[in-house]
């Protein structure tokens, strides 16, 4: 839905842009943070703060191409950030947990790993990703190209989300707790994204 909206012209999407975490590298940081501002140039871009240096390092890189009032951050837990997720259109994040912020709550995600540890648990989890490679050398500059450029195979990513929450239940179960009632209904095939 969100590339046929792109194809069509429609360049009023809400994008939540994870930060990467490349403070030690300024090469790689430059590198990731012009692919990022240019996914943003048509867009309404919100960058999500992880760590207490995000939001200076970009502000301090992005000079006046980012709005201060587009940089967010959530440290009182995940509830406001999934509560902000859901404003959302889609996400490009560096860092498995702003990609996971966006997938556990119904939105689009893209997530480029900035490390192998990043990229074990996206090949682990079959997450949509674009490598830092292709992100680095394949001259992205939109959000249609990065979803395009994207390793996505939706079907093993679902038969892997199943397959895991079969194995969770029958572990929990194994000792005598009965599994979260929103993750039966996902294994019985009524889930959806509220």
């Given at each position: 839905?969100?590339?046929?909206?792109?194809?069509?012209?429609?360049?009023?999407?809400?994008?939540?842009?994870?930060?990467?975490?490349?403070?030690?590298?300024?090469?790689?940081?430059?590198?990731?943070?012009?692919?990022?501002?240019?996914?943003?140039?048509?867009?309404?871009?919100?960058?999500?703060?992880?760590?207490?240096?995000?939001?200076?390092?970009?502000?301090?890189?992005?000079?006046?191409?980012?709005?201060?009032?587009?940089?967010h951050s959530f440290n009182e837990g995940v509830?406001?950030?999934?509560?902000?997720?859901?404003?959302?259109?889609?996400?490009?994040?560096?860092?498995?947990?702003?990609?996971?912020?966006g997938i556990s709550n119904g939105i689009p995600?893209?997530?480029?790993?900035?490390?192998?540890?990043?990229?074990?648990?996206?090949?682990?989890?079959?997450?949509?990703?674009?490598?830092?490679?292709?992100?680095?050398?394949?001259?992205?500059?939109?959000?249609?190209?990065?979803?395009?450029?994207?390793?996505?195979?939706?079907?093993?990513?679902?038969?892997?989300?199943?397959?895991?929450?079969?194995?969770?239940?029958?572990?929990?179960?194994s000792v005598g707790l009965r599994m979260d009632?929103?993750?039966?209904?996902?294994?019985?095939?009524?889930?959806?994204?509220?």
């Amino acid at each position: 839905m969100v590339e046929s909206k792109l194809s069509g012209g429609n360049s009023s999407l809400k994008i939540g842009i994870g930060l990467p975490a490349l403070h030690d590298d300024k090469a790689k940081y430059a590198k990731i943070m012009n692919l990022l501002l240019a996914v943003c140039e048509d867009h309404d871009c919100h960058f999500i703060e992880q760590a207490g240096y995000d939001k200076s390092l970009l502000l301090n890189y992005a000079k006046d191409k980012v709005n201060v009032k587009n940089v967010h951050s959530f440290n009182e837990g995940v509830e406001p950030w999934f509560q902000f997720m859901h404003q959302l259109d889609f996400v490009v994040s560096t860092r498995i947990h702003g990609g996971m912020a966006g997938i556990s709550n119904g939105i689009p995600t893209i997530v480029i790993p900035t490390d192998m540890r990043i990229l074990e648990l996206i090949n682990a989890m079959k997450l949509p990703s674009v490598s830092f490679e292709d992100a680095m050398n394949k001259k992205i500059v939109s959000l249609l190209e990065l979803m395009r450029a994207a390793k996505k195979d939706f079907i093993a990513f679902e038969t892997n989300r199943i397959d895991r929450l079969i194995h969770y239940k029958h572990m929990i179960e194994s000792v005598g707790l009965r599994m979260d009632p929103v993750l039966v209904e996902v294994l019985r095939g009524n889930y959806t994204v509220s």
